[in-house]
Antibody
């Protein structure tokens, strides 16, 4: 069974940093792209970043230059390093697995999310 | 950037009735459109990908259709567990984008 478990969220001051983790199990982690999607309180879904099976990464403009996605195959874990955090980064952050191996496509499994609050 | 616009924002439906949710893309994402269901306090769940392919374990009352820039999610015979927010998403080009969502509520 596919499982994705996020951790690392919390309260951080504006300008601060945080690293989110997503522990994956139940599938061949190296073969699938993995993504981060966030949801501000009461708002819709916003795609943040993706790490491809070919190690290519993409970012939303809103986080480019501040966030870095990485993947540790040996630990079956996806990370999101978030620097220079702003109030509008406050959201629940979900990691998700893409549905088909080797490409960038739909997201077929999601974690339960971790809340990041940026506030002084 | 492909902007995905969903309508209506809220749909009031009686249990047992059908619902039609629309998603319009600012430019064609080919058939690279997915639909997700999200219930309060839960993570999204994949319903449809490739514009019309049901995901694993999704009931047949959910169907997706469309092409070009117009896509539709149809729910026939709404059940109590179907009242939720639904999002469309395109995965054809960067950045990946979601629609703003349609809330299906009990009438």
């Amino acid at each position: 069974e596919v499982q994705l478990v996020e951790s690392g969220g919390g309260l951080v001051q504006p300008g601060g940093s945080l690293r989110l983790s997503c522990a994956a199990s139940g599938f061949m982690f190296s073969r699938y792209a993995m993504t981060w999607v966030r949801q501000a309180p009461g708002k819709g879904l916003e795609w943040v970043s993706i790490f491809g099976s070919n190690y290519v990464t993409y970012y939303a403009d809103s986080v480019k230059g501040r966030f870095t996605v990485s993947k540790d195959i040996s630990k079956n874990t996806l990370y999101l390093q978030m620097n220079s955090l702003r109030a509008d980064d406050t959201a629940v952050y979900y990691c998700a697995k893409v549905g088909a191996p080797g490409g960038y496509n739909w997201f077929d499994r999601w974690g339960q999310g971790t809340l990041v609050t940026v506030s002084s | 950037e492909i902007v995905m616009t969903q309508s209506p924002a809220t749909l009031s439906v009686s249990p047992g009735e059908g619902a039609t949710l629309s998603c319009r893309a600012s430019q064609s994402p080919s058939s690279h459109v997915a639909w997700y269901q999200q219930k309060a306090g839960q993570a999204p769940r994949l319903l449809i990908y490739g514009a019309s392919t049901r995901a694993t374990d999704i009931p047949a009352r959910f169907s997706g259709s469309g092409s070009g820039t117009e896509f539709t999610l149809t729910i026939s015979g709404l059940q109590s567990e179907d009242f939720a927010v639904y999002y469309c998403q395109q995965y054809n080009s960067w950045p990946l984008t979601f629609g703003g969502g349609t809330k299906v509520e009990i009438k």
